[in-house]
């Protein structure tokens, strides 16, 4: 079995810079050829999956067995999409190990001269330390959203840099309005804050921004729906900096 075919056109240093490229990025690639049933494996495809190359390369329809069904799924629908449509398919596949791995598997056709699939190739990259970031990062966010709902609190991001304030669902609520119903980017503050206190928190912001606070907490008074006033109570604190 061999490595599928360069470019026209290819040096043996571009190729070989190519393979150096492969090896680096730890990306598996992989071709299944439909007239000679032939399946190719680069040495990054075993060392991506485990597998021992003296074995051999999965076949396609073997390898995606070794995922879990909603992925098995998830492949099949993004094969018949490409195939359909001529459009490579990319997506992200857990195994059925215990524990699990994740993996982006990408796909695309191989085609003679007049368009007719002749097989597939693609990519496979194991992904299970950013999926498993991703995830402990959705549980800690769910762990402060039920923290956040057991103290009956809201809470308000603001990228200095985008200059985008988002807020939670609870403290639009709080407010009377329904969740996204407020307009909050900065030029709009004074549609909901009392005058006075909004000179207050601004100065207050302004102060910890220089370094002369440890964190910005100021009582203020904003506009609820029906149009009264509401004394609310807003800390926050820079956690990056440029």
């Not at 999956?49 to 909603?70: I, S, V």
């Not at 999926?131 to 990062?137: C, S």
């Not at 926050?236 to 900096?241: A, F, S, T």
């Amino acid at each position: 079995m061999h490595p599928p075919p360069c470019s026209p056109g290819d040096t043996p240093g571009i190729i070989d810079a190519r393979r150096a490229a492969v090896r680096l990025s730890a990306v598996g690639l992989w071709t299944w050829d439909y007239a000679s049933a032939t399946h190719w494996w680069s040495a990054e495809a075993f060392q991506v999956t485990g597998r021992d190359p003296a074995l051999g390369p999965l076949p396609f329809t073997e390898l995606r067995r070794r995922f879990c069904a909603a992925s098995i799924e998830d492949i099949d629908a993004g094969v018949a999409h490409m195939l359909a449509t001529g459009e490579a398919c990319e997506v992200g596949a857990q195994s059925a190990d215990d524990p699990p791995r994740w993996f982006l598997l990408r796909v695309d056709a191989l085609r003679d001269a007049a368009g007719n699939v002749t097989g597939l190739y693609g990519t496979l990259q194991d992904i299970s330390a950013c999926k498993r970031l991703e995830l402990a990062l959705r549980e800690k966010e769910r762990r402060l959203s039920r923290v956040l709902a057991g103290a009956d609190q809201g809470f308000w991001d603001w990228n200095l840099a985008s200059g985008e304030f988002t807020v939670s669902p609870r403290f639009e609520t709080m407010l009377g309005y329904q969740p996204g119903e407020m307009t909050l980017d900065v030029a709009h503050w004074g549609d909901y804050v009392y005058p006075d206190d909004l000179a207050r928190a601004l100065a207050s912001i302004d102060a910890h921004l220089a370094g002369q606070t440890d964190c910005h907490e100021v009582e203020l008074r904003c506009r609820t729906r029906c149009g009264a006033w509401r004394w609310m109570l807003t800390c926050g604190r820079v956690v990056e900096w440029d």
